[in-house]
């Protein structure tokens, strides 16, 4: 049996956050364009909610049992561990490519057209899996310095946007439907993932406390809201013209005659798609096989880049990878499926896991 | 050995995407700093102007019937590698105000290379010409769209402001700037509405 390395929990967290921020940088017009701002507001509220309610199976199941959901599968027998282990590798290769595809669109189309999106993806997962390689504690002491990053980009690009805020009667209106309430509310679910990576890998970390997930949603939350905010007040209604707000949010920030921190923003992409992935790629390679590491990484690399490939030439197929409410049917059952565990747990009297330092 | 590998590889993709093997001169990449659109015997003539070290502009005029349609004409007739995303400044003279506003601003809010906070001004014929003889003119411009901004901050100088406004379709108008030239540049502001255009200053 391999040595396990519990990790702070709190680093874990903070990586977790980090990916769930990194939802808003590739916004393409999710949002409905006939809700207010208030509106958007509750709208992420409900869904941050939700997120939060996603990582109660496996709270309960580390608390109950002390383990998680992919550890005690493999402690199973093999008609359970198959079905949950083909589950989850296959949900972690659709998140993968579900945050891969938009942010690829989006280099290429914002940044540098003159490139080959496969090059791209080739780059950024040849990347990932010396991560994922590494470890998912590897992984989380990246965060540390990203989250420095990310504190910079949040500055210069709500710093840079202060002087061109335009607060009207309108602010604090409220306008939406029933229709645009879903339509939000189903984007601002998409963090929900990071319930699924900390039902996946909780065994492993130490110190956890409960407050931590609700921290790690109340700063996605204050981040999505400040971005929100700014491009309804600051951008206006030039955001609802162009492909991904937030990079024209970037754009916009301009300090004196200096303007334009587009760049800071795509490293932050960059990096952010690049953690989420390798975390994605450390769940599977915990899922599949545990002791072969390097070479359960590059099978599942590979299968991303052929899945890529086919996406960036069938355009259903990239529909069906890109599309929000498979993804959240997705999410759901992998956040809930930890509460099998604790039936699972019972009646296979599964030992509680002792950590060693 | 495997360490070495690694570092060889990543020095060898280092040099291989550096971008180096599609590169431009930059003297042949035609990057356009400024654009000014004037209406000459009843069409827009669209003037892009290239970004140069001399003091002299360099620029191509082109007519169209739109911006769209100017950006494709300079492109394939006379510019072939226009690069629009550093333009500064859209000088824009009092006759073609109108159409401009009408249907450029909105083209130009869909196009992902342009930048925002570029500045948009009204000028009178003479600024244009001053416009066409040096490259100083467009600093002095600048220069006195910051001073006006500064003096006034409601006053709309950049295309994000202005197509904001425009989109907002207020009834009341809103200010942007107007540069006439006397005996030196001199910077007002002009009220602009929807439909119609009314000099204020």
């Known amino acids: 049996m391999p ?8 680093r874990f967290l903070l990586a977790l956050m980090l990916a769930a921020c990194s939802v808003i940088l590739l916004q393409n017009n ?33 608390k109950m049992r002390g383990a998680d959901i992919l550890r005690l599968s493999t402690r199973s027998p093999a008609f359970i561990k198959l079905p949950v282990a083909v589950f989850y590798a296959c949900y972690f290769v659709y998140t993968a490519l579900y945050f891969l595809i938009p942010y690829t669109d989006m280099f290429h189309s914002k940044y540098y057209p003159g490139v080959s999106p496969c090059l791209i993806t080739v780059v950024l997962l040849g990347c990932c899996v010396y991560a994922a390689v590494k470890g998912v504690n590897v992984v989380t002491r990246f965060g540390i310095f990203l989250f420095l990053f990310a504190m910079l980009t949040n500055i210069l690009m709500f710093g840079g946007n202060l002087t061109a805020l335009e607060l009207t009667a309108s602010s604090v209106s409220w306008q939406g439907n029933a229709g645009d309430f879903w339509q939000n509310t189903r984007y601002f679910l998409t963090p929900a993932f990071i ?81 989420i992935i390798s975390l994605l790629l450390c ?5 599949i096989d545990r002791e072969k590491n390097l070479r359960t990484v590059i099978l599942f690399t590979l299968i991303l880049l052929a899945a890529y490939t086919v996406s960036a030439y069938l355009h259903s ?41 | 050995m495997c360490r070495l590998l690694c570092i060889v590889c990543s020095m060898a993709l280092t040099l291989l995407l550096t971008g180096c093997s599609n590169s431009r001169q930059i003297e042949s990449a035609a990057i356009i700093e400024n654009v000014s659109v004037d209406r000459q015997d009843g069409r827009l003539v669209y003037t ?35 690069s629009l995303s550093k333009l500064e400044l859209l000088l824009i003279s009092e006759d073609a105000a109108q159409a401009v506003m009408k249907t450029d601003l ?16 009204l000028c009178d014929d003479r600024t244009m010409e001053e416009f066409e003889k040096t490259n100083r003119t467009q600093q002095l411009i600048e220069q006195q769209l910051i001073l006006l901004k500064n003096h006034n901050p ?8 202005v197509f904001n406004h425009l989109a907002a379709g207020r009834e009341e108008g809103f200010p942007v700037a107007f540069i006439y030239s006397e005996k030196e540049l001199k910077v007002a502001e002009y009220r602009l509405y929807t439909k119609k255009l009314t000099k204020n200053n």
């Open chain 1, 3 to 10: 040595i396990e390395t519990p990790f702070s929990s709190k």
């Open chain 1, 30 to 62: 999710s949002l409905s364009k006939n809700s207010s701002f208030l509106f958007e507001l509750a709208c992420m509220a409900a869904g941050l909610l939700i997120c939060f309610l996603c990582f109660i199976p496996a709270l309960m199941l580390r």
């Open chain 1, 195 to 275: 319930a699924v990576v900390f039902a996946c890998l909780n065994a492993d970390i130490r110190n956890f406390r409960l407050r931590q997930p609700v921290c790690a949603l109340f700063f996605t939350g204050l981040k999505y809201a400040a971005v929100l905010f700014f491009i309804r007040f600051a951008v206006g209604a030039y955001a609802s013209r162009q492909e991904y707000p937030t990079f024209v949010l970037s754009r916009t920030a301009h300090f004196d005659r200096f303007a334009g921190v587009e760049s800071f923003y795509l490293a932050l992409a960059t990096m952010s798609v690049f953690m």
């Open chain 1, 283 to 287: 769940c599977v390679t915990k899922a």
């Open chain 1, 317 to 357: 197929a990239k529909e069906i990878l890109t599309n929000p409410n498979i993804f959240i049917i997705f999410t759901g059952i992998a956040a809930l499926l930890p509460l099998s565990g604790l039936i699972m747990g019972r009646k296979s009297n599964v030992p509680t896991l002792v950590h060693s330092m």
């Open chain 2, 48 to 82: 892009f102007y290239r970004l140069t070290s001399g003091d002299k502009p360099w620029g191509i005029s082109v007519s169209a019937e739109s911006f769209e349609e100017a950006c494709k004409r300079a492109s394939e007739e006379y510019i072939p590698n226009l």
């Open chain 2, 106 to 121: 909105p083209y130009v809010a869909t196009q992902p290379f342009f930048s925002p906070v570029a500045y948009l001004t």
């Open chain 2, 154 to 161: 409601s006053v709309s100088i950049d295309y994000l402001s």
